[in-house]
């Protein structure tokens, strides 16, 4: 549901997404037994890992191009996508899968977007010496900032939230989640996008009703910041004046928590912190040229060169 939402969240029309410049080879149960996987292109790997209520062409469909120089491997996490549920779905056992991946492919360059950024951060700390380099975008991460910056009392009641709004039909939960952001008109807010969503869109939200929050997961800072892989945090600029529908976010103090937990933890790992000023929390979409330019970059620095922890 990732770009139906992201349409509900910003003004203007989002780039069109550029198609693979080469045929697609679609593997299931790539590596890790009963995930699907889509594989492109050819040469080192590079992992990407969706976030909540999306799964992984929907997210990183726009980075096809990047097939011509690489081989992408798209994961669906469980219960997303074509991955099939589980009794435990979230990060506890997203990273256990992403680092079982990693291991069986050698040596990856891993990208993460959202949740999937934080199954990214946790699984490259359990197994570092896989990673070619670390690129996270707008990770749920929190307890990472200093108390003043970001206030844990923030964090603490979206996950009140989450837990209580499991319990709700999918449209209502996701109306629930926005809300404690600040949102003043969540309802409208999703009641629009899911006007809009496909059946597919409707069965990642309700995926993402039974996971996890991965705001509670606990960040291995510095195992991260020892190793020496390339490691960049991507973020949008999220520009008011671009984008007036997240004034809300911005007036309740909520973005400017998530903020700061970003920029602590680049400082933390050693990573270097990259603004994308015309997107809001989905670069890889609202600004696909940039962002692919950004891993093409980042890959090729990182050849011949692999992480050690």
């Known amino acids: 549901m990732q770009a139906t939402l992201l349409r509900t969240l910003t003004t203007g029309e989002l780039p069109v997404t550029q198609r693979c410049r080469r045929t697609a080879r679609t593997a299931q149960n790539c590596c890790v037994t009963d995930l699907y996987t889509e594989t492109f292109g050819g040469g080192d790997p590079a992992l990407f890992v969706h976030g909540s ?5 929907d997210t990183f469909g726009g980075q096809r191009d990047l097939a011509d120089e690489f081989c992408l491997i798209m994961l669906d996490r469980r219960g997303y996508g074509q991955s099939p549920a589980t009794a435990s779905m979230g990060w506890q056992t997203d990273k256990d899968d992403v680092a079982d991946l990693l291991a069986d492919l050698g040596n990856a360059h891993l990208v993460g977007h959202s949740t999937g950024g934080t199954v990214a951060l946790l699984a490259a700390a359990m197994v570092p010496h896989t990673i070619r380099s670390l690129i996270v975008v707008e990770p ?7 108390l003043t910056d970001s206030p844990p009392e923030r964090p603490a009641a979206y996950h009140d939230v989450w837990i209580r709004a499991q319990d709700l039909p999918a449209r209502d939960f996701l109306i629930a989640i926005t809300e404690v952001t600040g949102v003043q008109d969540a309802e409208a807010m999703i009641s629009a996008s899911w006007a809009q969503s496909t059946e597919a869109d409707r069965a990642a939200a309700e995926a993402m009703r039974h996971e996890s929050w991965a705001g509670r997961a606990p960040i291995d800072v510095a195992t991260l910041a020892a190793a020496d892989f390339p490691k960049v945090v991507v973020v949008g600029g999220w520009d008011q004046a671009l984008h007036p529908d997240i004034a809300d976010m911005w007036a309740s103090g909520w973005h400017q928590a998530v903020a700061a937990e970003h920029s602590a933890l680049a400082r933390g790992i050693n990573a270097r912190l990259v603004t994308m000023s015309r ?3 989905s670069p890889m979409i609202e600004e696909t040229c940039a962002f692919n330019e950004l891993l093409r970059d980042t890959w090729r620095a990182a050849a011949g060169g692999i992480g050690s922890g």
């Open 279 to 281: 997107s809001v929390h």
């Open 53 to 57: 209520g999306s799964w992984g062409i």
């Open 140 to 146: 749920t991460v929190w307890g990472i900032a200093d």
